[in-house]
């Protein structure tokens, strides 16, 4: 009788590959899920959870994502620097205004591992609020969403 072996992908067996989306009119939530399972690998058939078998994504007109009802005015980013009364808040209207890419990558941020996995998977992300990108080089293919 012989056994079966679970598969474990090795680093040289990984394929990176560059994919290029287009935020305009998604929803930030269904857009960072699916950047984040990108991010991860798993729509690959040879993911390992503790390996970074993902792609590389480059997410262009980031400042034109779209969140539902009023998230706009009750969404609210905290961050502290340290000191005694130093909470700063902002909501995702002012945090478009001011940063429109870190809505994206903050989303993505929540729904990856948080451990140095995740914080490398996150290096591949590339985010910018406009529609060009640096990254012409790299020749990134067209994703769709869904």
Do not use: C
């Not at 009119?25 to 699916?34: D, H, K, M, Q």
């Not at 790299?138 to 969403?145: F, T």
């Amino acid at each position: 009788m012989t056994k079966l072996k679970t598969y474990t992908a090795t680093p040289k067996d990984v394929e990176k590959k560059w994919y290029v989306l287009d935020a305009q009119g998604r929803v930030l939530g269904r857009l960072a899920s699916f950047v984040a399972s990108r991010l991860r690998g798993k729509h690959k058939p040879i993911f390992t959870p503790h390996m970074d078998t993902g792609d590389h994504i480059v997410v262009i007109n980031a400042s034109k994502v779209v969140l539902t009802g009023n998230k706009w005015d009750q969404k609210m980013y905290y961050r502290h620097s340290g000191y005694l009364g130093g909470l700063k808040s902002r909501n995702a209207k002012q945090l478009l205004q001011k940063r429109p890419e870190d809505l994206i990558i903050h989303a993505v941020r929540g729904m990856l591992p948080k451990n140095s996995l995740g914080r490398k998977m996150l290096k591949k992300l590339k985010v910018y609020p406009g529609g060009t990108h640096p990254h012409e080089a790299q020749k990134p293919e067209p994703l769709q969403l869904g």
